[in-house]
Each structure stands twice: as C-alpha cells, then as structure tokens.
C-alpha cells in the first residue's frame, strides 16, 4: 500500500503537475493562436514574440516594483506588474493590427500571404525585445517559491517519495481556471462574444446581419493580447524568462492549436494540455514509479524512457503529424469560435 | 540563352557593384566572405522559388534539407572510423535489417488483412514489438559507438571522399527526406503545410543533435577536408610567390632595401593566399549556381514549367485537364528541398565544420524565405537577387546600425547610459531591418523587387 501511494506521488510530481502547469501555458498560448485563426483566418507566427512582449513588459514594471519596495509578500511581485505588462501587450497588438495586418484584411490578401506578414512582424517585435532587454536569461519570481517543498512533504506524510509544489505552479493554474472560464462565459453569454462567434462561423452572413467587422477584430485583439500577456509571463515565471525560448515555444502552441482542432477554442485549451503531457510522458523516465509497483524480482534494468528527453520537442510535432493524418480536422472540429 | 530586361541588368550591375564597394571600404577579404555566402543563399533561394514560385507549394523546412545537406558532407568526406564499426556495425546492421523487416510485416499486413480494426490491432502490436527488439540491439551499439574516443571520434565516420561529392549526395538526402515528407504532408492547406513542414524540420535538426554515433551530435564535427587549397600550402608554393611577386611587380621594385621588400612581400603572400583560397570558393560556388540557373529557367520555360504554373494558378482547373496534381506537388517539392540540400553540403564544405546546433529556424527557414519573397517569387534572378541582397543587408547591418546610431547620438556623452545600451545592442537591429525589409515589400510590392514574367504567348 505504502509502495503503491509512493509510486503514485512519484507520478504527481514528475508528470501531473509539471503536466498541467506547462498545459495551462501552452493552452493559454493556443487559445489566442485560435481567435487570430477563427475572426482573422491566418496562422499567427508573430505569437511566440507577442507572449514574450507582453512578458517582457511584466519584468520591467516587476523591477520597477522591487525597486520602489512595493510588493505582494509571499506573492511574486510579478502579478502586480502583470496588468501593465497586458495593457502594454494589448496596445501592441492593436498597434499591429493598424499598421500591418489590417491593409490585407481589406485587401482580402489568401491566409499565406498574411502568414507572411505576421513573420515580418514576428521579425520586428523579436528585434524590439532584444533590442530592450538582450537575450540574457532573467529569473524574475520572488516572494515564497514553494508552497510545499519536499521534505515537507515527506515529514508530514512519512512517505519515501516527496511532493513539491511550487507557487508558480499553483498561480498558473489558478489564472488559468479564471482566465479560461472569463473568455467562454464571454464568448457563450455577452452580445459581442456571440457576435464573434457569428463572424468566425459565417463571415458574409455577419456582415448581413449587421455585426460591425472592424469592432470584432478589435475585440479579439484585446482577447488575443490578454492571453498572450498572461500566457507568455506565466512561461516565464514557472521556467525562467529567455527572449529566445518563445520562438520555439510557437511550434508546440501552433501544434496544440491544431491537434485541439484549429478554430475551437474549447479544442485548444485540450490540445495544450494533449501535447504537454504527451511531451513529458514520453520523455520520463519511469524506472523510479516501477520500482514502488513491481515486485523486487522484476524490477527494470534500465531508465524505462522511451525517449530521451531531447527529443522533447519532436514528440509534439509527432503528435501533430499523426493527428493531421488520421483526423485533419483535429480531435474537435474546428473552424468555428 | 536568355534575354534580360534593362532593370534586370541594373539588378546584375547593383549586386556586382555592391561586393567591389565592400572590397574597397573593407578589404577585398570581407567582400569574398560575404560573396560567397550570397551565393550560398542564392541557391537556397532557388531552391524554395522552386517549389513556391513555380508550383505555389510552401516549403518552411528549409532548416531540415540544410541539415540534411550539411550530414551529407560529413559522410561523404571524413575518413571512416574503423574502430567504431567494428564496435558497433554489427549491432547497427542487425537493427536495421530488423526496421526493414518490420515496415515490410506492416505492408504486408496493410495488404493482406482487409478489416480495418483488425488492421489497426494488428500493426500497433507489431510495431511495439517489433520497436521493443530493435531498440535492444540499437541501444547496445551506439552505446558502444558513442564509447569509441569519444573526445576525438564517438562516431562512424564517413567515407573519406572528396568533400564536393558531397554536394550531389546532399541534394540526394534532402530529396529523399523531402519524399517522405511530401508523401506525408503535401495534402494539406497551405498553412498547414507551413507549420507541418517547420516542425518535421525541427525533428530533423533534434535527430542529427542528438544521434551522436551519426553525427556526433553537439560534438561537432571540425576540419573537414577542402576542395581548394590550404593557406599553409599556398605560402610555400613556388608558383603562387611567383604569382604573387608577378602580380604586384610595379609596387615591390619600388621599394629598394632588400629585407623591406622580403617583408612587404610576405605580407602580400599571405593576404593573397587567403583571398586566393576565398576566390577558389567563389568560382567553385558560382559554376554551381549557374548551372542550377540555368536549368531552373529552362524548366520554367518547358512545358513542364508552365503546367507547375497552370496548378499555381488554379488547381481545380488543371486537375481537371488530367494533371496530376498531387504527383507533381510532390516532384516539385522533393526538387525544390534537393536544391536546399545542395546548399546545405556547400555550406558546411566553406565552413569546414559540422554544427548541428546552429541550425535555428529563424536563421535558416525565415531569413530564406525574407529573400524569397523580396527577390520575387517565380523568378529566378529574383530569387538570386534577394539572396544577395538579403544576405548582404544582414551582414552589413551592424556597421551600418553603429554608424546610425552615433550620429543620432553625437550629442550625447560616450558614457551615456541610452548611448552605451544601444551600442551594445547593435547585433539585433538587424532583425528590426529584416522585419521591416519583409513588410514594406509585402505591402508596396507584394511580387518582389524583380517580379515573375507574365509571358502572353
């Protein structure tokens, strides 16, 4: 028995909550991949670098904080600079909009085109950051790291295995939870939410019935920003913030986008968390959870992993693969808010 | 073999002035550097202007038929390791033998076994399995591979050859992988494509860092063997003193003292071996481009090109006239991705090392495709254009952002803090200028600075 409740915390704390942490970011990366999908219908790749502005702007203003002795106590100080960091995010995405995206939208320019444009900018937003705060990499999480660290864990219990959690875990998924059910109920209940919705769905009936396009794709600019802002700071604070990092993070939210079934939120906020526990599932090691479940006789030899950990990233665009080739669709269908 | 257009010739004239004004204000040293990487790119950018001018086929995997390339070179040039192979051969054949019995089990059941569940129960267990054997002896010996030397060897090795086979044999690699891709991917709707394609390029990437009994992985592989001659060799040869003495006879009898001339004359010997060594490239890079210009454009003119052209433009309708279209996505794709892989050999035989790690996607997909579609695409003196030119801009950024910036700071103290900060952060402004370079082009001349031929005929 005891064996066995080990053998399930090693599985806690190697996979579940890693798991669900980077799921929630990646989640929250793909929903906005997903409302630039469905109202303005291209593959966003500037995404990657519009997350990393947002947090870039969080650092900043968490500096000026720290500077000015203002903080939350055991709380990081980030979270007080987090809605600077989204007003900043959400202006440069409007911004974006005005200047780029908007001409082709009226232009009715094919989705590659705008792809294109979006890289363009992606360029220009990457050159901005580096510009600012070089590539260097920044912690910036202070207040209390751990709500519960191991050995706690193990004192209290008196189990073998340790339980850590770390507050950056927990205020992930805590902003997740409300940041998630904020834009449903949105998009389900408020008159622009369904309007939107409408627009995604059918784009000349929209316009028939009166929906004003040019305040849609405002207001998913806004969405966009916000959940760009959150999800690139809540990256940052969990690992650690590097500008360079973002860029790779695009291909794993672009393939939760897709694998959820692109155009569906609901189908994102799944395919974040699909991709995340398909990347460290297969990647773990599991000799440790199998010795606390097997018999000693059968204890494995080696590590138990079917990958090794490098090919983290290869595991996600597999998935994408294989999901595009069985169901292209994605595991929702998408297309449609 | 082909007319140009007098704004086509003024493309030729301004990429041709560019390198000797960089010669004159930077050393003759620098202008072949950069040369010789505009060429490289040059035919990177043919090779995408392939499959996305031509055929309208996107292809963001430029970074994987690079790599692909760039393995090419190691194979076919570094002497084989023979203590690796008798390490571990055996155990490689077996695996591999293995894998090719198992995808033949799995046709074979495709074939025979008609119900779909069946089908399916069928071939996941024998993959697991069959994954489960080969993975035994596999482990074993790149384990033992990995072993052998590992701070000089730790890897096969390759065949030995002169390094400029690799260069058809790189092509052959990236055609092969972009075959497997093609037959993977090419169903579906362009962005789609993109995203698929970037990311198989990455898994490529992830397997040459990691597979080290291949590559050597994040080892690195350095000294590559040259086609051209060394510096070392070329400063003790007779005929290249000679050369040398004959070519700057007027400057060297001017000077009277004898120990003075010797000196200034072994100055010139050795800038002029490594200019010497850097024009050797240049040459050999430039018959390779003009032989792809050349075929690209008579394939653009053949009857071949102008149905690539007629699926471009409407698919439906083509496919209808009884082109296959899937078939000849898929060709003009695997040629496309084996033009890359070309590049990806010449690369690596100019840098003489192997490294897996600097493969980056913005680097090597998105810069590529910046020149694809500032040199328009469809055109391949457009697509040789914007490889120069891209290339060029992003090489001479830095001076040029230094520069910019102390003049607009000239009033500023050296040691102000923005001044400082901004100096330091001269090396990303050319990201700013590729951004910007790629938007204004998409917005003021979406079909690039040397736009395709509409030919009425």
Not at chain 1, 236 to 265: C, E, M, Q, R, T
Request: glycine share 10%; hydrophobic share 55%.
């Amino acid at each position: 028995m005891i064996d066995f409740l080990n053998s399930i915390i090693v599985l806690l704390n190697f996979i579940i909550i890693p798991g669900i942490s980077y799921g929630s970011q990646l989640a929250l990366g793909a929903l906005g991949v997903t409302f630039v999908y469905a109202i303005l219908r291209f593959a966003n790749f500037a995404h990657g670098e519009i997350m990393s502005f947002g947090a870039m702007i969080t650092i900043l203003f968490t500096w000026f904080f720290q500077s000015q002795n203002i903080g939350l106590g055991i709380l990081p100080t980030a979270l007080l600079a987090l809605p600077v960091g989204i007003i900043a995010t959400i202006i440069l995405s409007i911004i974006s909009d005005k200047f780029v995206f908007q001409y082709y939208r009226y232009q009715k320019s094919v989705p590659v085109v705008l792809a294109m444009v979006s890289i363009g900018v992606m360029f220009v937003i990457n050159a901005i950051i580096r510009i600012i705060i070089g590539t260097e990499t920044i912690k910036f999480s202070d207040g209390q790291k751990f709500i519960m660290k191991a050995k706690q864990f193990k004192v209290m219990t008196g189990l073998n295995e340790g339980l850590a959690l770390k507050s950056s875990q927990v205020i992930t998924i805590l902003i997740t939870i409300l940041l998630l059910t904020f834009t449903f109920w949105f998009l389900q209940k408020t008159k622009t939410g369904k309007s939107m919705r409408a627009f995604s769905d059918n784009e000349d009936l929209a316009l028939l019935s009166g929906i004003n396009p040019d305040k849609v794709v405002f207001t998913t600019w806004i969405i966009v920003g916000v959940l760009a802002c959150v999800a690139g700071t809540l990256y940052g604070l969990d690992k650690s913030y590097k500008p360079i990092i973002y860029l790779n993070l695009v291909l794993p939210i672009f393939a939760s986008a897709i694998v959820g079934g692109i155009g569906s939120p609901f189908g994102a906020v799944v395919g974040g968390y699909v991709i995340a526990f398909s990347e460290i599932m297969v990647t773990y090691a599991y000799k440790k959870f199998f010795v606390y479940l097997l018999p000693n006789s059968l204890e494995p030899s080696g590590l138990v992993q079917l990958l090794s950990t490098d090919y983290k990233f290869a595991v996600s665009f597999s998935i994408l693969v294989i999901v595009l080739l069985i169901r292209p669709s994605g595991i929702f269908k998408g297309r449609v808010l | 073999m082909m007319n140009f257009e007098r704004y086509e010739w003024l493309a030729i004239t301004i990429m041709i002035s560019l390198f000797i004004f960089v010669g004159f204000i930077q050393g003759w040293s620098v202008s072949l550097v950069i040369l010789n990487m505009c060429i490289i790119s040059a035919i990177m950018t043919m090779g995408v202007n392939i499959s996305w001018g031509y055929a309208g086929v996107i292809n963001f995997g430029v970074m994987g038929f690079l790599a692909m390339g760039g393995l090419a070179a190691v194979l076919v040039s570094y002497p084989p390791i023979a203590e690796s192979w008798q390490a571990g051969g055996r155990g490689l054949g077996i695996s591999f033998a293995l894998l090719v019995v198992l995808v033949v089990a799995v046709m074979y059941i495709n074939k025979t076994v008609s119900q779909k569940r069946n089908r399916y129960i069928y071939n996941s267990l024998i993959i697991f399995f069959g994954i489960l054997i080969i993975r035994h002896f596999y482990l074993n010996a790149t384990h033992n591979i990995e072993d052998v030397n590992p701070a000089i060897a730790g890897f096969l090795g390759g065949l030995g050859l002169p390094i400029i086979f690799s260069w058809i044999v790189g092509g052959l690699f990236a055609a092969g992988v972009a075959f497997v891709i093609g037959k993977v991917a090419l169903g579906l709707r362009s962005d789609y494509l993109a995203i698929v394609t970037l990311g198989i390029s990455e898994i490529v990437v992830s397997v040459l860092k990691h597979e080290e009994w291949l590559s050597r992985g994040v080892k690195n592989v350095i000294g590559l063997k040259r086609p051209v001659p060394y510096e070392i060799d070329l400063q003790n040869a007779d005929w290249f003193i000679n050369l040398i003495k004959y070519l700057n006879s007027s400057k060297l009898n001017n000077i009277i003292d004898v120990s003075d001339r010797q000196q200034v004359l072994n100055n010139l010997i050795i800038d002029g071996s490594g200019i010497f060594v850097k024009l050797s490239y240049a040459i050999l890079f430039l018959i390779v481009m003009l032989i792809i210009f050349y075929f690209a454009n008579k394939a653009q003119l053949s009857p071949w090109g102008r149905m690539m052209r007629a699926i471009r433009d409407n698919e439906t309708a083509a496919n209808a006239m009884g082109k296959d279209v899937v078939k000849q996505h898929l060709i003009i794709f695997v040629i496309g991705a084996a033009i890359v892989g070309v590049a990806g050999a010449m690369l690596v035989t100019l840098d003489g090392l192997f490294t897996p790690s600097g493969y980056r996607p913005l680097r090597f997909t998105f810069i590529i495709w910046i020149m694809v579609i500032v040199g328009g695409s469809g055109n391949n003196l457009g697509a040789i254009f914007g490889g120069f030119v891209i290339w060029f801009s992003w090489i001479e950024a830095a001076p040029l952002t230094t520069f910019i910036i102390n003049q607009l700071t000239a009033g500023l103290e050296p040691t102000n803090a923005l001044k400082l900060h901004l100096l330091d952060s001269v090396p990303y402004f050319r990201y700013l200028f590729m951004g910007l370079i790629l938007l204004l082009i998409l917005r003021y001349r979406p079909k690039g600075i040397i736009p395709e031929k509409v030919r009425h005929s």
